[in-house]
């Protein structure tokens, strides 16, 4: 990767009237959220040995902004600086590190004309972050997490920070869309439809990561005609078809999209998740996104709810430490409501089929998941709490088939084969666990230090020195 790479950060919003800015350069994630092209940061990553404090701060790259297509009622000395931008250079930016990312501001010299414009489009929320890493010095690992991206410049920039396609080469920005920036926020359909580079403002994501790697493969030397009948060949359907769904006219089937990964060298799981709406930012979209279109059991729920509100303290202490207003309390609530609504649905499911059923066995609303799937009921537990419950999980089991077999002894009978195999299956399953906890106690058994391990050394020669003694040797 020789090429310079720009990753786009979220919105840049006020911090005070003295002109200071600021919002989240690099947004963290984990493998669950990945962006359209498979990748992510963490906190484990590097960002350069200041997490790119200090770095030059630009307006979009340095690259000149076509002003007059994307502004209106500005006088012409206004234009000029803003088509000459790519000579301007802001305050350096100042970075922090918090739970959700790698925080910059920068503060704007509201006594220059274009600084303060500026300060005016991010009051509207049109300016967003972007970070410049020389591509060379980027690395990434096969599950898409982005090691090392050691942060060169930031940039003020009006074009948007698409929350799934974040990472894109400089030579590709001309095809990444701006934010509309006219004085009276309309669209512009005209201008828009007359620069081919720039992307529609209602085009779907899946048409437009399909067009953006069939554009890639055009780069390599091949058509795009060729590249349409390939798409349509492998996915036996007609070309015009394949043209329909770039165009957004006609909906990708599954296999469809398996095609297209296919040929395009492509994770179906990347078009699969272009296909959906973006709910990350929304209470609802996080339930829809960790369900996935399961059916869910209670402690599925629970553990989502807790997930939330965890995401929730996170963002709230990030917004404490960087001063963006956070109301935590309307989003709890908004949680709140969202796992109530979803836990009566549950519930309703649950007693229609348990009616239906005609079952003469006693009604449990159903708590036990699946504990080998991705979203293990105990994951937001503290360490204490899981441990604790494990013991008590154990004991409460012991005392429920205890229920059982005095209520058969007091009936004349023993406890039946299917509750004697299930604890036999049980204590296996704990015999399994106790040896793994001892084989993990014994792997990871504290090193003795240097002054004990001279004691020891000491003390076995002091007694094979005894030991020479009493022979006469």
Excluded at 170 to 175: D, G, H, M, W
Aim: glycine fraction near 6%; include cysteine; proline fraction near 3%.
């Amino acid at each position: 990767m020789e090429d310079t790479l720009l990753y786009f950060g979220d919105a840049v919003k006020v911090l005070d009237d003295s002109g200071r800015v600021g919002g989240l350069l690099v947004r963290f994630s984990d493998v669950k959220y990945k962006d359209l092209d498979g990748q992510y940061f963490d906190k484990n990553g590097y960002y350069g040995p200041k997490n790119g404090d200090g770095a030059e701060c630009l307006f979009d790259h340095g690259y000149p902004v076509p002003a007059k297509r994307y502004f209106k009622n500005l006088d012409s000395e206004m234009l000029k600086a803003l088509t000459e931008l790519a000579d301007h250079t802001f305050a350096p930016i100042k970075t922090s590190l918090t739970p959700l990312g790698i925080f910059a501001e920068t503060v704007l010299n509201l006594e220059d004309d274009y600084e303060k414009f500026i300060f005016s489009r991010v009051k509207k929320g049109k300016i967003g972050w972007s970070s410049g890493a020389p591509g060379h010095r980027v690395k990434a690992e096969k599950d898409g997490r982005i090691t090392r991206w050691p942060i060169a410049e930031g940039s003020l920039t009006p074009r948007p920070a698409e929350p799934m396609s974040r990472v894109v080469s400089i030579k590709s920005l001309a095809a990444v869309k701006f934010v509309t920036l006219d004085e009276d926020d309309a669209v512009l359909d005209d201008a828009l439809s007359s620069e081919p580079s720039v992307k529609s403002f209602t085009q779907n994501i899946l048409s437009s990561v399909l067009s953006r790697h069939i554009d890639d493969r055009v780069d390599d030397g091949h058509t795009h005609q060729s590249i349409i009948k390939s798409l349509a060949r492998e996915a036996g359907i007609e070309a015009e078809q394949v043209e329909a769904i770039l165009s957004d006219t006609v909906r990708a089937s599954d296999a469809n999209l398996k095609a297209f990964a296919r040929v395009l060298d492509l994770s179906f799981d990347v078009l699969k998740s272009a296909t959906r709406k973006d709910y990350a930012k929304t209470i609802k979209g996080m339930f829809e996104e960790s369900l996935n279109e399961q059916i869910p059991s209670r402690w599925q729920l629970d553990s989502i709810y807790c997930d939330i509100i965890k995401k929730i303290a996170n963002t709230a202490q990030a917004s404490a430490i960087t001063g963006v207003e956070f109301d935590s309390e309307a989003k709890i609530k908004e949680a709140t409501a969202e796992y109530l609504a979803r836990l009566q649905e549950l519930a309703v499911n649950q007693v229609n089929t348990y009616v239906e059923s005609g079952s003469d066995e006693p009604f449990y609303l159903k708590a036990i998941i699946d504990f080998n799937s991705e979203l293990p009921a105990t994951e937001s537990l503290e360490p204490d709490d899981h441990c604790s419950l494990a013991a008590s999980a154990f004991k409460s089991v012991v005392a429920r088939f205890e229920r059982f077999h005095q209520t058969r002894v007091k009936a004349g009978r023993v406890l039946s084969e299917k509750n004697r195999a299930r604890l036999v299956v049980l204590v296996e399953q704990i015999k399994q666990a106790v040896s793994d906890c001892e084989t993990l106690l014994d792997e990871t058994k504290p090193m003795a230090s240097d002054e004990a391990k001279r004691a020891a050394l000491t003390n076995h020669l002091r007694l094979k020195h005894e030991r020479r003694q009493a022979i006469g040797a």
